[in-house]
Structures are given as C-alpha cells and as structure tokens.
C-alpha cells in the first residue's frame, strides 16, 4: 500500500468518526469488511492516533484559524486537518512538507480548490509557529 492510499483510508475513518458515535474498534471492524478501504497497520495506527489525540488536535487547529471557528470547517476539511496535523506533531517518519502536500490532494481530490487552499494555509501557519517556538 502506497503512502498516500494510508492516508487516504486513515482521513476516510477519521471522516467517517466525526458522524458516528461508535468505538474506534467498530470501526475498524466495519472498514475490514469493506472493499473500498485498504487498511494496513500504518493506516489503522493513524486513525487511532488521530483519535486519541483529538482534543489536542482539534486545539492546535483552533490557533491557527482566522477569524474562523472549527465549527465552520467543512466536515472533510476538518478530516484532513486532524490527519495532517497529527503527522506533523506526532510521527518522526513524516517530514511536515509531505503532511502538507499529502493533505493538499487529499483535499483536491474529495473537496474544493478553496478548501485546498485553506488547509495549506492552516497547517503552513501551525508549522511556521512550530518552527518559531523551536528557536
């Protein structure tokens, strides 16, 4: 499985949580049994880690948000933010360049060029404020 069919299927189950109240373990059963999503370990380890941390997640989001709430983000938007910015805070393997780009097809391809737009400008602030608490 190629990197970006992980992230795709992990953003797909993090979509799918933010509708449903069942455990992330239901989930992973229902998206085992479901032709359409290709899981691998590193694809159920990112959802689970996305879902663990959401609160945080959710948080590193809002700072970087102008003049929008994340109750306003679409739903897929929201998806792939949670995705992208748990790479960016949590994997070594990813370098956050390739969590922005990653995250900017992803948006392409099941959203909107402005919805696109948005989210590279949203993780390309939460990364420039990285970078300036680093020094």
């Known amino acids: ?13 993090v979509f799918e949580k933010i509708f449903v109240d069942d455990s992330v373990e239901d989930i992973l059963k229902t998206a085992d049994e479901c032709e359409e999503i290709k899981l691998n370990d590193a694809a159920r380890a ?3 880690g996305v879902e663990e941390h959401l609160e945080q997640l959710d948080e590193e989001i809002k700072k970087y948000l102008k003049n929008w709430s994340i109750a306003r ?5 929201l998806a792939i933010l949670r995705v992208a910015v748990y790479e960016i ?5 990813t370098p956050a360049s390739v969590a922005i ?3 900017v097809e992803l948006a392409k391809e099941y959203s909107t060029e402005d919805d696109a737009s948005f989210i590279n400008g949203v993780l390309g602030s ?6 300036a608490n680093v020094q």
Not at 126 to 131: A, F, S
């Open 73 to 77: 983000i679409s739903k897929v938007s």
């Open 46 to 48: 990112l959802f689970t």
């Open 1 to 13: 499985m190629k990197r970006h069919q992980m992230r795709e299927s992990a953003f797909i189950l």
């Open 126 to 131: 939460l990364v420039r404020g990285l970078e």
């Open 101 to 103: 780009n990653e995250a």
């Open 89 to 93: 805070l949590f994997t070594d393997e």
